[in-house]
């Protein structure tokens, strides 16, 4: 068995950093309108939300209550899928913008989700994952 990872070097972690920095810079442009504010304070909170979930996760005393904080950050990553549909649909964002920040988010959603599974098939749910293990279908989103 591997190394204990601390959060920051969790992959998904490391992916959702990468992730909030891109919406970061996209929401500073949005405009100063009712409808940018809101796009840009409900995505930016939803982005966010997704590491610190994990890394809150990391410090709980339990593999069900870690478990537990990696389901709500895979529901921070559904919510920020939706905005970011929503700042596309309103024309909002130039499509390599949304695409690049899109796939972002889905390598986070499948990354949380393989490490739920993998969490839930051990039949003593573990403190803490290893390294081992994190594999995506995407090459790229390996770290």
């Known amino acids: 068995m591997g190394e204990v990872l601390n959060y920051k070097d969790l992959p998904i972690v ?3 950093f990468e992730l909030v920095r891109e919406v970061d810079i996209f ?3 949005l405009p100063r309108t009712p409808q940018g504010r809101t796009v840009a304070d409900q995505l930016f909170r939803a982005a966010a939300s997704i590491g610190a979930n994990v890394a809150e996760g990391r410090g709980r005393d339990t593999g069900r209550e870690y478990v537990r904080y990696l389901r709500i950050a895979r529901a921070s990553a559904n919510e920020t899928d939706y905005w970011l549909h929503i700042a596309h649909d309103c024309q909002l964002v130039v499509d390599e913008d949304y695409d690049r920040m899109l796939k972002l988010t889905d390598e986070c959603l499948r990354m949380l989700s393989a490490m739920i599974g993998k969490l839930k098939q051990s039949h003593e749910t573990p403190l803490r994952e290893t390294a081992e293990g994190y594999v995506t279908d995407n090459e790229d989103s390996k770290l």
């Open 14 to 16: 490391q992916r959702a």
């Open 27 to 29: 929401v500073q442009l």
